[in-house]
């Protein structure tokens, strides 16, 4: 729901609660044709009338609405179903009446029980707008609308209100009679003095309104607003005068910051005639995009709007088309609603109908009309030139510093230096461009595909290029050219089996069928939708997938079927094309990732900061120095801004990412595939990894172990067959009174092995699930493929054929009801090659299949055998079967012929683990990443499966939940009623189960209490049930949280479901990951911080992550990788930090003399010291092993700027240390000028410049080894030889510059020969510096950080007066019961003590402090 229509809608319920005594749970009486309606738009109507009402809700119906719902409306079934869940209202007819008259009746004329009503019948809601206080919601397009309160209402709200305050009745005609004189005053007034003023500062003005519109992004998870801009002239003018006068600083400006243009050349206008819309995300520009405009023909007729909220919209002859492209995204203007409507939200007004497109095709003037707006069919990335590349990226304000940098270097007649920063920066651009260029080809290549496609349009048959397709075309999938999918497509005519691993990661085939009618698919259909429903997906060939196999068939779907020019095709009608695919959407998400929401590049980037206003008060300090010494202003200016490209190194921003390239590099040889290579530095925070189970924990096939069967004289199961052989007798019971017709005898445990599938045969193999494969292969019968009539073109149906010592006859599946995820089975009819003994064989979850069969044929230790396997890790499938009349079986829906069953028994399968999986679990837990499994299978199996891996640690009590009768709550409005509803029993029967509200464990038998058992660890394993129960009716408690933190399994989880549970923990603070293998995932990868997919396809965009290993070990991989990475860039950030440091404050020493480095000496340090250390510090390889303690992944937390503060002041320190011991040696002599009275006469050549050189240039080194931290997230700088390496060159290098006797040196770096003795000197300050450094990072400032940051809040307290307030509010007993009292789980209230301010917990001294600051006694 929209923030503005859930803030109206809390106003009406706010007002009917201050004057009508409305409370919660709110008493909504729901009538039949408000049910039918909600069934009919598919509505979950118990949540929506929640969300509407915003509370919590009662919903009743009476008697005489039920009976309605039963016998009226196509939708009965899933009506009858809702109205289940409903509290029933007893009514005085004994003679059932309409169900909308019922409703008023219990109502009665004054509402005196306070309820809402929700109703479609506008007769009802007509009458009962005349009685005062009387909440009304009805259903309109889709959605659930609660009606505004009548002026009526409000009049006679005030008008009690005043009799309340006792005001006479003359008085309140006054106040009446005045109150209507100022209104019709004002209205009399506004047109003719106001109107101008009030439309351009009123927001809700009808023309403001026209010139914005926010617009949500649903398929991109963003909301945006749109600003229709037209030219203007003056403005136009205006800026580039900006531009001339700035010398194009203006122009780089605003390339920087993008609304500056369009606020300055553009002005608002109205949307219908804006030739330009500004598209913004709160206050940030994100583009400025142009309106074109294309005439219209009329013969568009379309329908716009939200999913839920269509509406319909005719382009005339006289209407322009109006539309712009945002990140490929095409808006069309709306004149009827003067708004902009994402295309992607069209949907032909004949679909809405359930009509596709005509027999005939399309004709070539709607053709022309639809691809002037949809545009080619064609995932078309279009690819910038180098030019533009080049310019983009000279435009980046790193390369804009560097320019500026080198003309500043150039003016100082820093020739080589700036020219080899200059040859740095083209090769960087060049490598960009070109690694840019490589990216976007590759993308390109990977979403761009043009095949020959067979059309139908105005009758006729044509062959043309895909790229011409748009919605509503009806294309030929049987065309031997068609091999991949060019666009979203609904299946008319015809099978097909399709490989969507490209979409999905799940090498498994998909069998997809064409529609039937009277399935109501086609208007079920929300286009907008990223991807489909899974029960309409399987009606959807998806672009991008590749057909295996297209058959033809004769369409069943109305029109079609009539054609005699070719009764069997293989057909289907476009629906989306382009970026509004559901490929077209995850290529858009690679293009345009979410902004990731990480500190280490927001705290970069203050850092930046910092630096700069470190050189601006160096800026200021020289340049007053300089002044004094009596330098010319321009050579000060040159001097000055020198200092500031010191104290920021062009090279510091892009050191973040160099980190993230080499471990990019590491996973890419690991088989692991990134998309996101940012995510990687995310993967060091990760607390919480989900796991699926099959495929990814287990084995992805699994192993049949046998068959259980039914005894037919105990009831009771015999033991367990590890062979087929015998099945065939198994299953013959008949029982007593049952019609032989439908009863148990002919049915056959083998038959049902053999044919309760959905396989399919290409080029002689199974195609299909794994597991389906495994049960035909068990059974031992074989699977073909025969025509079973004599018409050549008819379909070939699959049959099942016995084993040659089988007396069973060949069956004919004739009907296959593929399994559903929502029914959680499938089911076959079968017959003879004769058409005769029809059966249905079904398979499914077990305790679905029971509440099928016929209790009777039920065994009598069901749940004991149940519960024994999935106990030990096995996988149970339920097999039963029934009889069927031949006369009737064509004739029977799915729901008629899966009823009445008969058990026929269990298939177990075994899944074995991987063989990585327990110990990279294990190692998980031992570094303290929480590790949950998340899947679709019993609960009881998943939790062995999670006790056996480990996952469950050994000595846990596992509770698995049960969900009870749903209550929603109590008259008195208790919150806890519902948690009741569900039930936690321990998994192995024990007498112990837990609370429903504080979820802590107690005896259920108290004299036999096991108190080992209460007091041992222990978890939750939820089911889907219960999660979605407490997700809607428990979301936010203390229990609910709770829940989510003491949960392991989550069992019987849908694909929506799984992505909720990753939302969820992430809402509780988690970085979260998910790994899993196939398309049920997909959700939940795209939802989760860091999502792995195990599949094959190194194209996939399933997840952010793609990995070729098929176990978890990649997990740990990518974790490893990432804290390595983030590791890395922290410890080369604080390098390059430092550098400037130094560098900074060997300038400043140096400009105190109005002398600086030489030429020589800045390249050897940039270019030779710091860069090679730079690139082998970011080479460093992740540690072997996870620890518990992960990195931090702030640039401003407490141990990096500890210890960038004390490497600044000891780096600082011994420079200025060991200048002074310099000047007051005897043989030093100060930079003095050549010429006397000219100080820019001043040679860079002195005792001073040689010895901070050299001195500088030994701390370069040093402190490169001082980052070099290796354990416990990267491997030992000792392993790192690249680093050893350059280090000990160097500083070989530099000693022998300080000690040895090379001239040649000396000069190349405009070096003068020091005394012998102090070069020692030096050197050993060198060293002292780095022991202390090093002895520092190790020790001393990791031990400091604390205490210091600690206290430096609490002095940030006192000098803002807020500790006075703080200790006022807490005496120092409510400070300590407030520090050492956790809080409690039902969600106690804890006063807020001084020391939740400070964030940590105090120390015994602090506690010292507070008290004598304060005069209070401990």
Not at 880 to 904: P, T
């Amino acid at each position: 729901m929209r923030p503005k229509r859930a803030k109206a809608y809390k106003k009406v319920m706010q007002f009917y609660q201050q004057n009508h005594g409305f409370r919660e749970p709110y008493q909504i009486l729901v009538s039949p044709e408000f049910v039918l309606e909600g069934a009919a738009k598919k509505i979950d109507i118990v949540k929506a009338l929640e969300e509407v009402v915003g509370g919590r809700v009662r919903l009743f119906i009476s008697h005489c609405g039920i009976r309605d719902v039963r016998t009226e409306g196509p939708n009965r079934d899933s009506a009858i179903a809702t109205s289940k869940q409903f509290e029933k209202r007893r009514c005085p007819h004994r003679t059932p009446i309409a169900g909308a008259e019922c409703t008023g009746e219990i109502v009665g004329p004054t509402n005196q029980h306070n309820y809402c009503v929700a109703t479609q019948d506008d007769e009802l809601r007509k009458k009962l707008r005349k009685i005062s206080g009387m909440p009304l919601i009805h259903i309109s397009h889709s959605v659930v609308v609660l009606e505004p309160v009548p002026k009526q209402a409000k009049e006679e709200s005030l008008e009690q209100v005043q009799v309340k305050m006792g005001l006479p009745e003359l008085e309140r005609k006054m106040i009446k009679t005045v109150k209507t004189k100022a209104r019709d005053a004002k209205a009399a007034l506004a047109p003719r003095k106001h109107t101008k003023a009030m439309l351009a500062i009123r927001p809700k003005d009808t023309q403001l309104r026209d010139t914005q519109q926010t617009v949500s992004l649903e398929k991109d998870g963003v909301e945006i607003e749109l600003h229709g801009c037209a030219v203007s002239r003056r403005g136009v003018f205006g800026y580039w005068a900006l531009v001339v006068c700035t010398a194009g600083l203006a122009y780089v400006a605003s390339v920087w910051y993008p609304g500056m243009y369009a606020r300055l050349a553009m002005r608002p206008t109205q949307l219908a005639q804006a030739s330009y819309i500004r598209v913004q995300q709160g206050d940030k520009q994100l583009a400025l995009e142009r309106v074109t405009a294309s005439p219209s023909d009329g013969s568009f007729e379309s329908g716009f709007g939200e999913s839920k909220e269509r509406v319909e919209c005719n382009f005339t002859n006289k209407t322009e088309l109006r539309a712009f492209s945002f990140r490929h995204h095409c808006f069309v203007f709306c004149p009827t609603f003067n708004a902009f409507f994402a295309v992607s939200q069209w949907k032909d007004a004949a679909w809405t109908r359930g009509t596709a497109t005509q027999v005939s095709g399309l004709s070539n003037n709607v053709v022309v009309q639809r691809m002037r707006v949809f545009g080619k069919c064609n995932i078309d990335i279009q690819e910038k030139s180098y030019l533009q590349l080049l310019w983009e990226e000279a435009l980046n304000p790193l390369y804009v510093f560097q320019v500026a940098s080198i003309a500043i270097w150039c003016v100082e007649e820093y020739y080589y230096y700036s020219a080899a920063i200059f040859v740095i920066s083209l090769a960087s651009i060049g490598s960009t461009l070109v690694s840019t260029k490589h990216t976007a080809r590759r993308v390109r290549a990977m979403a761009n595909y043009v095949c020959a496609v067979r059309v139908l349009r105005s009758n006729v048959w044509s062959d043309m290029e895909s790229s011409e397709l748009v919605p509503g075309d009806v294309v030929d999938l049987a065309e031997p050219g068609l091999d991949v999918v060019p666009c979203d497509m609904m299946l008319l005519e015809g099978n097909c089996i399709v490989d969507e691993s490209m979409l999905t990661g799940e090498s498994v085939p998909e069998s997809k069928v064409s529609v039937v009618s009277g399935d109501h698919v086609l208007e079920s259909i929300d286009v907008a939708a990223h991807t489909f429903d899974p029960a309409v997906s399987r009606y959807i060939v998806f672009a991008g997938t590749r057909i295996i196999r297209a058959r033809k068939a004769r369409s069943s779907y109305p029109g079609f079927s009539s054609n005699s020019a070719q009764p069997f095709r293989a057909t289907a009608m476009v629906l989306r094309t382009g970026f509004c695919t559901t490929k077209g959407t995850l290529v858009r998400s690679i293009l345009f990732p979410h902004a990731t929401k990480f500190r280490f590049y927001r705290d970069a980037m203050r850092f930046v900061w910092c630096l700069a206003g470190i050189a601006c008060i160096g800026f200021i300090v020289n340049t007053i120095n300089l002044h004094r010494l009596g330098v010319s202003p321009g050579e000060i200016a040159i001097k000055a801004l020198d200092l500031i490209t010191v104290a920021v190194p062009p090279a510091l921003p892009a050191s973040m990412s160099i980190g993230m390239v080499f471990a990019a590099r590491r996973l890419r040889k690991a088989g692991i595939f990134c998309i996101s290579p940012s995510r990687i530095n995310v993967a060091s925070k990760v607390a919480v990894v989900v796991f699926d189970k099959t495929g990814t924990l287990t084995e992805e096939g699994m192993d049949v172990l046998g068959v259980q069967t039914v005894s037919q004289t105990l009831r009771e199961f015999d033991e367990l067959q590890t062979e087929p052989w015998g099945l065939e007798n198994t299953s013959t019971m008949q029982y007593p009174g049952e019609d032989a017709k439908v009863g148990g005898r002919g049915l056959s445990v083998d038959v049902a092995l053999a044919t309760c599938h959905s396989l399919s045969i290409v080029d002689g193999t199974l195609v299909g699930d794994p597991l389906e494969i495994k049960m035909v292969e068990f059974s031992g019968w074989s699977i073909d493929e025969r025509n079973t009539t004599s018409d050549p073109h008819e379909t070939p149906t699959i049959t099942a054929c016995p084993p040659q010592s089988s007396h069973q006859a060949i069956r004919v599946i004739m009907r296959c009801f593929e399994f559903a995820p929502e029914l959680r089975r499938s089911s076959v009819v079968t017959s003879d090659l004769n058409g005769r003994q029809l059966a249905a064989y079904v398979k499914g979850a077990p305790e679905v299949i029971r509440d099928l069969c016929h209790p009777e044929s039920v065994p009598k230790n069901y749940d004991t055998v149940l519960n024994t396997h999935t106990q030990g890790g096995y996988r149970v499938i339920s097999l039963a079967g029934r009889m069927l009349d031949m006369d009737a079986a064509q004739l029977l829906n799915r729901k008629s012929i899966e009823r009445d069953l008969v058990f026929l028994g269990f298939l177990v399968f075994e899944n074995r683990l991987k063989p990585a999986t327990a110990s990279v679990l294990c190692e998980l837990r031992d570094a303290r990443i929480r590790t949950i499994m998340c899947t679709g299978d019993n609960p009881l199996t998943a939790v062995s499966v999670a006790q056996e891996c480990s996952l469950i640690a050994p000595g846990t009590t596992v509770f698995v939940s049960h969900l009870k009768q749903p209550a929603l709550c109590s008259s008195d409005g208790n919150m806890f009623v519902p948690l009741t509803s569900v039930e936690w029993k321990e998994s192995t029967g024990q007498s112990i189960e837990l609370d429903p509200v504080t979820l802590i464990p107690k005896s259920t038998d108290p004299h036999n209490a096991c108190k080992t058992e209460l007091n041992r660890p222990y978890c939750l394993a939820i089911t889907g049930a219960a999660f979605a129960y407490l997700e809607r009716h428990a979301q936010g408690t203390p229990a609910w949280k709770h829940m989510l933190m003491r949960g392991a399994v989550f069992a019987r989880m849908s694909p929506e479901q799984k992505a909720a549970l990753v939302d969820h923990l992430q809402q509780l603070g988690y970085i979260s990951g998910f790994c899993g293998d196939g398309a049920n995932d997909c959700a939940a990868l795209k939802t989760a911080d860091i999502g792995v997919s195990l599949s094959e396809a190194e194209a996939s965009v399933a997840a952010p992550f793609t990995s070729r290993v098929s176990d978890i070990s990649c997990v740990v991989q990518l974790v490893r990788e990432g804290r390595c990475s983030i590791a890395t860039s922290i410890a080369c950030f604080k390098y390059l930090g430092i550098y400037s440091i130094i560098q900074f404050t060997t300038c400043c020493i140096l400009y105190s003399y109005d002398v600086n480095l030489t030429n020589g000496q800045f390249l050897f340090v940039d270019l030779f010291a710091v860069l090679p250390i730079t690139v082998c510090l970011d080479r460093f390889e992740p540690f072997s092993r996870l620890v518990p303690r992960r990195p931090t992944a702030s640039l401003a937390s407490k141990r990096v700027i500890a210890s960038l503060i004390g490497h600044t002041v000891l780096t600082a320190g011994f420079q200025l240390a060991v200048f002074a011991m310099s000047a007051s040696q005897s043989w030093y002599h100060a930079p003095e000028p050549a010429t006397p009275g000219d100080p820019d006469s001043t040679p860079e050549k002195g005792d001073l410049n040689t010895i901070l050189f050299v001195f500088s240039a030994f701390q370069y080194v040093f402190m490169g080894v001082v980052f070099a931290i290796g354990p416990p997230y990267r491997q030992r700088a000792i392993r790192n030889y690249a680093f050893v390496l350059v280090t000990a060159s160097l500083l070989a290098f530099e000693l022998g510059v300080l000690l040895g006797p090379l001239p040649g040196l000396r000069s190349l770096f405009g070096l003068v020969k020091v005394q012998v003795g102090w070069r020692f000197v030096v050197f050993g300050m060198a060293v002292a510096n780095f022991v202390m450094c090093y002895f520092g990072e190790r020790v001393v400032f990791p031990l400091v950080a604390a205490p210091a940051a600690k206290m430096c809040r609490l002095a940030r307290l006192v000098f803002t007066g807020r500790l006075s307030e703080i200790a006022r509010r807490n005496s120092t007993k409510g400070l300590i019961d407030a520090v050492d009292t956790d809080t409690e789980l039902s969600g106690a209230r804890i006063k807020p003590s001084l020391w939740t301010y400070l964030g940590h917990r105090p120390g015994r001294k602090e506690y010292k402090i507070l008290a004598h600051m304060h005069g209070l006694s401990i």
